[in-house]
Nanobody, 123 residues
């Protein structure tokens, strides 16, 4: 089992940047496929980015602006967000899947979730 804790959210102006972090407990962090999702008020949780043995994947809406990465020595997943726009406003969640070599874009595929961190982009 793994526990995930996100941080790094906040209020930023359009065009600004933020870096989200997700720290995982446990010794097997490197064996998990990881993903970032977000959920805006009144909307369903949506895929943002994923990192697994299958590669890196991004939603079209964030491609070229967001970068997902991980540091296994620190048990930490990151999401660097540049050129933020108001439509990026949401609660951002990190998630872990035990199937490291598969790509997962559906929230239902993930086994563990963090509590979320709020990102607000003002216009």
């Amino acid at each position: 089992q793994v526990q995930l804790v996100e941080s790094g959210g906040g209020l930023v102006q359009a065009g600004g940047s933020l870096r989200l972090s997700c720290v995982a407990s446990g010794r097997s962090f490197g064996n998990y496929a990881m993903g970032w999702f977000r959920q805006a008020p009144g909307k369903e949780r949506e895929f943002v980015a994923a990192l697994s043995g299958a590669g890196l994947y991004y939603a079209d809406s964030v491609k070229g602006r967001f970068t997902i990465s991980r540091d296994n020595s620190r048990n930490t997943l990151y999401l660097r967000m540049n050129s933020l726009i108001p439509e990026d406003t949401a609660v951002y969640y990190c998630a872990a899947n035990v199937e490291y070599y598969n790509f997962h874009a559906h929230a239902g595929d993930y086994d563990y979730w963090g509590q979320g961190t709020q990102v607000t982009v003002s216009s």
